[in-house]
């Protein structure tokens, strides 16, 4: 009978997955075989079809992307465990947050289930990742080995099959118009994300993109999973797939015990790659455990295992053969390419690659986690509970121990933004109900109290503390350069005013709840106020500048006052220039642009060759971007990957003719008469090397060379000179109407590139040759947060300059007034711009 019983069992348990669909019965190939690419319609398909033939997953939509797709995650557990989702969901919140007593934790611990994130497809044009999605979603919720029901039992996985629906749908659509074409693997030449493109994984802490404001709400306010495995594919060649430990340097803020988790689990991840003899696997290079921003560094500042791999691609679907003998001899940082090392220890000496390689490199990456998670799942839970508790003991010894925002700020409209994004990543907000004081400060009611005793405390020093990246040099000498930006201070980007309280102190408090946004006003020095000027103008209501820089409205300030302003606001006519190469910066301004309700055209190359751009325009955008790419665009003919690095080299990358070609000589010349008939061209950062270089402007880059007999390519930045995304100090002529608004100091995000200095003699600046310096870097101590060196080479040197040409102005920032709308402080400088662009002098 109990045999009989058994033998049923096993023929239900049979049936039951033989139900199921597998991957290649649903699309009719299995994702990741050659020259095929599953579209997100598909993928989301499948897993609909996964949750209706199996109890083991549970689909979720947490929200809409960009464009209004369904966003969706799979809960994969045993049947058992989703039956008490909800219940899991709690213990891991309340042990993330610290709300349990020691003797309750351990038993919550024993109780619950360790929680694993892995998500897919952040970078559209990194493919393999959603591809291999089905198949890890098909083999956890039908396999039947010992490991994976130990997986299923003790662990629920939040499975992300694709982060970035929309950009999986152009890249697929993209490479289905160009398979067989000599344009089979060229590069896609728009953003794959609204607004943002490759940077939709910089945007976890402003939290601009619904993509990242839906996933943010899931990981830090919602489910609290212990490990955050988040995929890429760009790992130094020749390596298949780099894993953790990160590189140098290590961020103090986030925990030793979350750095050592991340060891351990990297080793394991490393430790299964060989036991299945799957070579190239690297460690300990390029990708350091530094910066904050993205998906996998910003769950590190909460108290999760943010784990980070890169596997090879392989030009969409298409197989490639690697010759080992065009591999480099080492890796960048030094590390032997070709022979075992420790972080390297066994080299893989190339042949053929296809994109089911890298799928079949990913599942390793997964059930290395999963199994390893699965063995240590109560200590996960705890070891959650056990940070959260250090933290808020940390925080109630002080030292900090509490940042104080108080409501009377130089923008009020810019700080509600800060704190929101702070609750946004799961930070507790506090607001006075009751004036206090705080070693000898006296606050109002209203301020905002954001104490360090929070489970989150490491997320809270390091967006609101400045940065001091160490000063890490190669053995030459030279810079290291790091993964990303160096500096991100909130507060000093966005202009907010925080102080930082040492000692306890106490307040009537009450949780801040959701914070209303200041009344609309008029005042310059918010940034909301051209919101509210855009909606006059919309509705026909007249808006003039005094020469102070106050807004004056017909019909509600005196008759007087609004007859002798300085300026009458039109709405702007603005260009933006849209080239065909996937460029985050202009997607950046475009995202500034929608939110301050700017109207705009974005201009193609073949309309600046046109001309006529002063008859429809007053003032022309050009975001960062490089004179030559600018100019030249994509080459037609050539493929993408350069013929002096064989192993990059892919014939199979030539660019659609449709869009090779930047602006040409031609587009130069139109844009110069442009200016010269009265436009206003404003170039940001590298693209002011196109009129430096190319109009005849008095006026020289101290920090680059930039002179027309030296080509693009031998440029190089000044060698005492270096600065990799900081956050400066600079000083404002705030009589300048450029600067309408602007405090005397601020603090702009630089890459360094950029310092002017102006050619002519004062005596000779006026008229059409006129040039004056609006914002000056500091006199003297530049660094506000992260790293420079050499600073002394452009101290006091202008970074925006008003430069006359014609009947037209050059606007020239040395910087990025809007880098990755994070810069609040200094967006009042780029929107001055545009609006004085297409403004009226009153009485000319």
């Known amino acids: 009978m109990k045999r009989r019983l058994l033998a049923l069992l096993a023929c239900a348990a049979w049936l039951a997955v033989a139900a199921v669909p597998t991957p290649k019965q649903h699309f009719g190939y299995e994702p990741g075989e050659d020259y095929k690419l599953a ?43 989703l039956r008490n989702l909800e219940r899991y969901r709690e213990i891991s919140r309340r042990l993330a947050l610290g709300q349990a007593t020691e003797e309750e ?4 611990a024993a109780e619950g289930k360790v929680i694993v994130w892995i998500d897919s497809g952040m970078h559209a044009t990194e493919v393999a990742p959603a591809q291999h999605a089905p198949h890890l979603a098909y083999r956890l919720v039908t396999g039947e080995t010992a490991e994976i029901q130990r997986i299923r039992d003790r662990v629920i996985l939040i499975q992300a099959p694709v982060l970035n629906p929309d950009g999986l749908e152009m890249v697929v659509a993209w490479y289905r118009r160009n398979l067989g074409t000599p344009h089979e693997t060229a590069r896609l030449p728009f953003l794959y994300q609204k607004y943002a493109g490759h940077d939709n994984n910089r945007d976890y802490y402003m939290f601009h993109l619904p993509e990242t404001q839906h996933v943010g709400r899931m990981l830090f306010r919602e489910w609290f999973p212990q490990i955050v495995y988040n995929q890429h594919q760009a790992p130094p060649f020749p390596a298949r797939i780099f894993v953790p430990p990160y590189a140098e340097p290590l961020n103090p803020n986030i925990p030793a015990a979350v750095v050592e988790g991340i060891h351990l689990i990297g080793a394991a991840m490393k430790e299964r790659f060989a036991r299945e003899g799957k070579s190239g696997v690297l460690s300990y290079a390029q990708f350091d455990a530094w910066w904050n921003g993205g998906l996998r560094t910003a769950a590190t500042f909460h108290n999760m295992h943010g784990i980070l791999t890169e596997t090879a691609g392989s030009s969409y679907a298409t197989p490639r053969v690697y010759d080992p003998k065009d591999f480099p001899a080492r890796f960048a940082g030094g590390l032997s390419a070709r022979e075992p090392s420790v972080f390297y220890p066994r080299p893989w000496l190339g042949g053929r690659w296809a994109l089911k390689d890298a799928v079949e ?64 990543g799961g930070l507790e907000v506090w607001r006075a109900r009751s004036p206090f004081v705080a070693e000898g400060k006296p606050f109002p009611a209203g301020s905002y109290v954001l104490p360090a005793a929070q489970a989150f405390r490491a997320y809270l020093l390091d967006l609101l503390e400045p940065q001091k990246y160490p000063d890490l040099r190669t053995d030459s000498g030279a810079p290291r350069r790091p993964y990303d930006i160096t500096g991100w201070t909130l507060s000093l980007q966005m202009g907010v005013r925080v102080e930082r309280i040492e000692k306890p102190f106490e307040a009537e408090l009450e949780l801040a709840g959701e914070i209303a946004a200041p009344a609309p006003s008029l005042d310059p020095r918010e940034n909301s106020s051209f919101l509210v000027v855009a909606d006059l103008l919309d509705r026909g209501v007249r808006v003039r500048r005094a020469s102070d820089g106050r ?36 997607g950046w301004t475009q995202w500034l642009l929608d939110s301050y309700k ?33 100019l030249n665009g994509n080459r037609y003919g050539e493929p993408a990957t350069p013929r002096n690095r064989p192993y990059e080299y892919d014939p199979k990358s030539v660019q659609r003719p449709e869009y090779t070609g930047g602006i040409g000589p031609s587009g130069l010349a139109e844009l110069e008469r442009f200016v010269r008939e009265g436009g206003t061209l404003i170039a940001l950062d590298d693209a002011t090397e196109l009129p430096v270089r190319f109009f005849p402007l008095p006026v020289h880059n101290v920090v680059r060379t930039t002179a027309m007999s030296e080509p693009a390519e031998a440029r190089t930045p000044a060698p005492s000179f270096y600065c990799p995304g900081s956050l400066l100090r600079a000083t404002v002529d705030t009589a300048h109407p450029l600067a309408f608004g ?29 040039v004056r310096s609006v914002v000056r870097y500091a006199d003297k101590d530049l660094l506000a947060s992260g790293w420079v060196t050499g600073e002394r080479a452009v101290l006091g040197k202008p970074i925006l300059l008003d430069v006359s040409h014609g009947q037209g102005r050059v606007v020239l920032f040395g910087f990025r007034p809007q880098f990755r709308g994070q810069t ?19 009485g000319s």
């Open 105 to 108: 934790a351990r038993g919550l």
């Open 598 to 630: 700017i109207p705009y055209q974005l201009v193609y190359n073949e309309d600046l060759r046109k001309g006529g751009l002063r008859s429809r325009f007053d003032s022309l955008l050009l975001a960062s971007l490089s004179a030559e790419a600018i």
């Open 824 to 842: 609040f402080g200094t967006f009042k400088l780029l929107l001055n711009a545009i609006y004085l662009a297409s403004a009226r002098k009153v």
């Open 742 to 770: 602007m405090p005397e100091q601020t603090v702009v995000f630089s890459t360094g590139g950029h310092a002017f200095e102006i050619a002519l003699l004062e005596e000779f600046r006026r008229g059409e040759h006129a």
């Open 551 to 586: 807004f004056l409205v017909e019909g509600r300030d005196g008759v007087e006052a609004f007859a002798t302003a300085a300026y009458e606001l039109r709405r702007p006519r603005v260009a933006l220039y849209q080239p065909w190469i996937a460029s985050s910066d202009t």
């Open 39 to 81: 579209g997100y319609t598909e993928i989301l398909g499948y897993f609909r079809a996964l949750e209706r033939a199996s109890d083991r997953i549970r689909l979720t939509e947490f929200g809409r992307s960009s464009e209004g797709r369904p966003m969706v995650v799979a809960f994969i557990s045993a049947a058992a465990n």
């Open 361 to 424: 490199y990913m599942l390793t990456a997964d059930f290395a986690i999963l199994d390893f998670a699965a063995s240590r799942s109560e200590q996960f839970l705890l070891k959650a509970w056990q940070m959260a508790r250090d933290a808020v003991q940390a925080g109630r010894k002080g030292s900090p121990f509490a940042y104080v925002v108080p409501p009377e700020q130089w923008d009020r409209s810019s700080a509600v933004e800060m704190l929101r994004r702070l609750q946004m």
